[in-house]
């Protein structure tokens, strides 16, 4: 079955068109039809939506605008249904009446290339390459991991008809997918955003997929596109050496049985992911602990936790998420929490996209589209603002801009209502930090309906040590435990680790990082030529988007310098310094304007050294625009070595 189907002939009866309507997310479904029907007049002024704000539904459009919505949108389903419509308009002209409508002026002209990609028709593929290598020209390409964004680079490399392998740590496809296995996992951006965007499904179960339907999306996706047989599974990758004479990479493996290899290609593509290597903290006497004790990332399901009592340390976004379904089944549950988090109400976070909905996204033509599009528009760089340092903001402790501070009340609010009943609970949860300087945590109500269960208990004293019967924190007090359970995150800005990456002139990447993780637009490092990564430094988004979106953009960024050697005949290229360090200044200097780059509050978006190398702090446009094609200036060219000297 392909991922992306065709729309389905639409045939329903008037009660099965009003039935549907019922379940319809009313700002992008006026858009569609719109459009499939050529009749723009749909598109009232009336019936604009608001806009976003957490917990709003339908875009805030008021219990009578969606009335009025519903029966626009019943005729013009009929209309659809019995053939009786102008026909479509094509999406250029669509894009700038339905942005027109949707926030009240045209889109402006910056965005249009971009959203023409977004909203490309079904089945078709304007990111893909549209150029192949000439055969006869030798080069290949290893590509470490397999997960979302190594899949991605396999598609387009195969695209381009360029040889490739991936070469895979894990016995699977999916990366963290594949090793995030823990109960509740789920993304937390919807669906409809969260998808390559030219795999797009018109019928994902529910809004925020559970871990079990993304795993078998992207393992579709690579056997659709024809990935999967270039995978080599059960293979790390230790040591990448640059070979200067041959001007390649030689690339070191260890397989499962230990054996060790040695591969070449002529470029590497790194995508191991930020969130990869778990965090085991340093707390003293873990070792002594007599139960079981797993990561979340490497969950034990052999463990029964059934009656059992659950020490968790950490509360991030992990936790959050199996915390709730350990409670469901364990005898006890006591929490360790470090610092508490914000939550962004999203009522429908667990919910299953409704019958009606899911008929309209198969039925309607472009009525996917526009939803993914609205998910874009209004939930991606409108959110930015929210994270800004305002320089003049009198106190920055809890807010750092007027518009951080207007998210803080709302959040607030939020929290003060969820635990109205539990006065005892309020100020454990109540976090003392400006919002967004951590991962904001999307919630349902679960969290506070977990911690109020009558068998858990949230502990916010210092952890002072792990004995062999539990936690115990620094007032001498023991928890104890029959299971330990680290929710404690990920060595986030240890970048690559553990491979050892040796460049030109034998350069190391990690001495040359020394914690500090840089690159030139989160890909390319001087010194380190034909080596590119995907989801590398800044390029981690905290408010606005999908790291789908980021690794679209490199992955197209990348594929445009391989066509940049071919075209010029070639070997190498490798950035240059002055334009690398000259793009992390602007970057560093985007990052201390945003809530994350100055909030002093524990999180992995800053390294060792204080500084962020995860978050890229700009809007998605700005990244899109700069990926889309690599500027020869910012490199230096590395010759065919045979041909080095000879003209
Ligand atoms: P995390 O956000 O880094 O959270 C780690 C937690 O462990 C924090 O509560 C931290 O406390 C605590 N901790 C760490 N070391 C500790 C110590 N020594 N003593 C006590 N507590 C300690 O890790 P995560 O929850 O795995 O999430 C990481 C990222 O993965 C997220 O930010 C998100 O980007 C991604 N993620 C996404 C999803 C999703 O899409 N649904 C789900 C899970 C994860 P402090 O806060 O004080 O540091």
């Given at each position: 079955?392909?991922?992306?189907?065709?729309?389905e002939?639409?045939?329903?009866?008037?009660d099965?068109?009003?039935?549907?309507?019922?379940?319809?997310?009313?700002?992008?479904?006026?858009?569609?039809?719109?459009?499939?029907?050529?009749?723009?007049?749909?598109?009232?002024?009336?019936?604009?939506?608001p806009?976003v704000?957490p917990?709003?539904?339908?875009?805030?459009?008021?219990p009578?605008?969606?009335?009025?919505?519903?029966?626009?949108?019943?005729?013009?389903?009929?209309?659809?249904?019995d053939?009786q419509?102008?026909?479509e308009?094509?999406v250029?002209?669509?894009?700038?009446r339905?942005?027109?409508?949707m926030?009240?002026?045209?889109?402006?002209e910056?965005?249009?290339?971009?959203?023409?990609e977004?909203?490309?028709?079904?089945?078709?593929?304007?990111?893909?390459p549209?150029?192949?290598?000439?055969?006869s020209v030798?080069?290949?390409?290893?590509?470490?991991?397999?997960?979302?964004?190594?899949?991605?680079?396999?598609?387009?490399?195969?695209?381009?008809?360029?040889?490739?392998?991936?070469?895979?740590k894990?016995h699977?496809?999916g990366?963290?997918?594949?090793?995030?296995?823990?109960?509740?996992?789920?993304?937390d951006?919807?669906?409809?955003?969260?998808?390559?965007?030219f795999?797009?499904k018109?019928d994902w179960?529910?809004?925020?997929s559970?871990?079990?339907?993304?795993?078998?999306?992207?393992?579709?996706?690579?056997r659709e596109?024809?990935?999967?047989?270039?995978?080599?599974?059960?293979?790390?990758?230790?040591?990448l050496?640059?070979?200067?004479d041959?001007?390649?990479?030689?690339?070191?493996?260890?397989?499962a049985?230990g054996?060790?290899?040695e591969?070449?290609?002529?470029?590497?593509?790194?995508?191991?992911?930020?969130?990869?290597r778990?965090?085991?903290?340093?707390?003293?006497?873990?070792?002594?602990?007599?139960g079981?004790?797993?990561?979340?990332?490497?969950?034990?399901?052999?463990?029964?936790?059934?009656?059992?009592?659950?020490?968790?340390?950490?509360?991030?976004?992990?936790?959050?998420?199996?915390i709730?379904?350990?409670?469901?089944?364990?005898?006890?549950?006591t929490?360790?929490?470090?610092?508490?988090?914000w939550y962004?109400?999203v009522?429908?976070y667990?919910d299953e996209?409704p019958a009606?909905?899911?008929?309209?996204?198969?039925?309607?033509?472009?009525?996917?589209?526009?939803?993914?599009?609205?998910?874009?528009?209004?939930?991606?760089?409108?959110?930015?603002?929210?994270?800004?340092v305002d320089?003049?903001?009198?106190d920055?402790?809890?807010?750092?801009g007027?518009e951080?501070?207007?998210?803080?009340?709302?959040l607030?609010?939020?929290?003060?209502?969820?635990?109205?009943?539990?006065p005892?609970?309020?100020?454990?949860?109540?976090?003392?930090?400006?919002?967004?300087?951590?991962?904001?945590?999307l919630?349902?109500?679960?969290?506070?309906?977990?911690?109020?269960?009558?068998?858990?208990?949230?502990?916010?004293?210092?952890i002072?040590?792990?004995?062999?019967a539990?936690?115990?924190?620094?007032?001498g007090?023991?928890?104890?435990a029959?299971?330990l359970?680290y929710?404690?995150?990920?060595?986030?800005?240890?970048?690559?680790?553990?491979?050892?990456?040796?460049?030109?002139?034998?350069?190391?990447?990690?001495?040359?990082w020394?914690?500090d993780?840089?690159a030139?637009?989160?890909?390319t490092?001087?010194?380190f030529?034909?080596?590119?990564?995907?989801?590398?430094?800044?390029?981690?988004?905290?408010?606005?988007?999908?790291?789908?979106?980021?690794?679209?953009?490199?992955?197209?960024?990348?594929?445009?310098?391989l066509?940049?050697?071919?075209?010029?005949?070639e070997?190498?290229?490798?950035?240059?310094?002055?334009?690398?360090?000259?793009?992390?200044?602007?970057?560093?200097?985007?990052?201390?304007?945003?809530?994350?780059?100055?909030?002093?509050?524990?999180?992995?978006?800053?390294?060792?050294?204080?500084?962020?190398?995860?978050?890229?702090?700009?809007?998605?446009?700005?990244?899109w625009?700069?990926?889309?094609?690599?500027?020869?200036?910012?490199?230096?060219?590395?010759r065919?070595?045979?041909l080095?000297?000879?003209?």
């Amino acid at each position: 079955m392909p991922i992306s189907r065709p729309i389905e002939p639409l045939v329903a009866t008037d009660d099965e068109l009003r039935a549907a309507l019922e379940d319809a997310f009313l700002p992008a479904l006026l858009p569609a039809l719109a459009q499939a029907t050529g009749d723009f007049s749909i598109l009232r002024e009336s019936l604009r939506p608001p806009g976003v704000a957490p917990g709003v539904q339908q875009g805030g459009m008021t219990p009578a605008q969606q009335a009025e919505a519903k029966e626009v949108a019943f005729e013009a389903l009929k209309r659809l249904r019995d053939g009786q419509v102008s026909g479509e308009v094509p999406v250029e002209e669509a894009l700038l009446r339905i942005t027109a409508w949707m926030t009240g002026s045209p889109v402006s002209e910056d965005y249009v290339p971009l959203l023409l990609e977004e909203l490309a028709p079904e089945g078709q593929d304007p990111r893909a390459p549209a150029w192949r290598k000439d055969p006869s020209v030798p080069f290949s390409v290893i590509i470490i991991g397999a997960g979302m964004s190594g899949i991605l680079a396999g598609i387009r490399l195969k695209q381009a008809g360029i040889p490739f392998t991936i070469l895979e740590k894990n016995h699977d496809i999916g990366g963290t997918w594949l090793e995030n296995t823990y109960p509740g996992a789920r993304v937390d951006v919807s669906n409809a955003f969260y998808s390559y965007s030219f795999a797009q499904k018109n019928d994902w179960p529910t809004h925020y997929s559970t871990q079990p339907v993304l795993l078998e999306y992207f393992q579709e996706c690579a056997r659709e596109f024809g990935v999967r047989e270039h995978v080599q599974f059960n293979t790390e990758v230790t040591l990448l050496q640059w070979d200067e004479d041959r001007a390649e990479w030689v690339v070191h493996v260890r397989r499962a049985d230990g054996t060790e290899e040695e591969l070449r290609a002529n470029a590497v593509i790194s995508a191991v992911g930020q969130l990869n290597r778990p965090k085991i903290p340093d707390i003293p006497g873990l070792e002594r602990f007599r139960g079981p004790q797993f990561h979340s990332a490497r969950w034990d399901h052999s463990v029964d936790l059934a009656g059992k009592r659950v020490a968790v340390i950490g509360t991030g976004a992990s936790a959050a998420q199996f915390i709730p379904e350990v409670a469901k089944v364990a005898g006890e549950v006591t929490i360790f929490q470090r610092t508490p988090n914000w939550y962004v109400p999203v009522p429908h976070y667990h919910d299953e996209v409704p019958a009606g909905l899911r008929w309209l996204f198969t039925h309607v033509p472009h009525y996917a589209h526009w939803y993914r599009f609205w998910l874009f528009w209004n939930t991606t760089d409108g959110l930015l603002a929210a994270a800004k340092v305002d320089p003049n903001w009198p106190d920055k402790s809890r807010s750092v801009g007027p518009e951080n501070e207007n998210l803080r009340q709302l959040l607030t609010a939020y929290l003060q209502m969820q635990f109205a009943d539990r006065p005892d609970l309020l100020p454990k949860v109540m976090p003392d930090y400006p919002p967004a300087a951590k991962r904001l945590i999307l919630d349902n109500g679960i969290w506070a309906a977990t911690l109020k269960r009558p068998n858990v208990r949230l502990i916010t004293d210092k952890i002072r040590e792990v004995t062999e019967a539990g936690v115990v924190t620094a007032d001498g007090t023991l928890y104890e435990a029959d299971v330990l359970i680290y929710g404690t995150g990920f060595q986030a800005s240890k970048f690559l680790t553990p491979m050892r990456v040796l460049g030109r002139g034998g350069k190391d990447l990690h001495r040359e990082w020394d914690g500090d993780a840089r690159a030139y637009l989160g890909i390319t490092v001087p010194g380190f030529p034909n080596f590119f990564m995907l989801y590398g430094p800044n390029t981690n988004i905290v408010v606005n988007g999908s790291i789908i979106y980021f690794s679209e953009c490199e992955v197209q960024y990348v594929m445009g310098c391989l066509k940049m050697l071919f075209d010029r005949g070639e070997r190498a290229l490798d950035v240059r310094k002055d334009v690398h360090d000259a793009y992390n200044e602007r970057i560093d200097r985007g990052n201390l304007e945003r809530v994350w780059g100055v909030a002093t509050v524990n999180s992995w978006y800053r390294n060792e050294k204080g500084r962020s190398a995860q978050n890229w702090p700009f809007n998605l446009i700005e990244y899109w625009q700069q990926t889309r094609e690599p500027n020869p200036d910012d490199y230096e060219f590395i010759r065919q070595p045979a041909l080095a000297g000879g003209d």
